[in-house]
Nanobody
Framework: QVQLVESGGGLVKAGDSLTLSCSAS????????MGWFRQRPGKAREFVAG????????DYRDSVKGRFIISRENDKNTVYLQMNNLNPEDTARYYC?????????????WGPGTLVTVAS
């Protein structure tokens, strides 16, 4: 069984940066693609970014390209989401997931999420 736990959320101002972390436990090592989804207030959950197991293949939703950076440290079973130049539209609960790298994928595992609030 895989467990995912996110951290790093909080309240920031527009233009600020924030880095989320997701630690994974369980007997899966670094074999899976990992990524981030988010759910904005009143909206459906949406794909944000995904990274392949070896870290080579990365995808982002269009609205975060050039601002967000996803990375991973397989020896720590951890994936990160560096979020730069945040704006109020980025306010959401952010979820770590396995094994998606696109919006058309349905995650198998989810973390409980971490809340990011961006004030204007």
């Amino acid at each position: 069984q895989v467990q995912l736990v996110e951290s790093g959320g909080g309240l920031v101002k527009a233009g600020d940066s924030l880095t989320l972390s997701c630690s994974a436990s369980g007997q899966f090592g670094s074999r899976y693609t990992m990524g981030w989804f988010r759910q904005r207030p009143g909206k459906a959950r949406e794909f944000v970014a995904g990274i392949s197991a070896n870290g080579v293949n990365i995808d982002y939703r269009d609205s975060v390209k050039g601002r967000f950076i996803i990375s991973r440290e397989n020896d720590k079973n951890t994936v990160y989401l560096q979020m730069n130049n945040l704006n109020p539209e980025d306010t959401a609960r952010y979820y770590c997931e396995i094994p998606c790298r696109s919006s058309g994928c349905q995650p198998t595992y989810w973390g409980p999420g971490t809340l990011v609030t961006v004030a204007s």
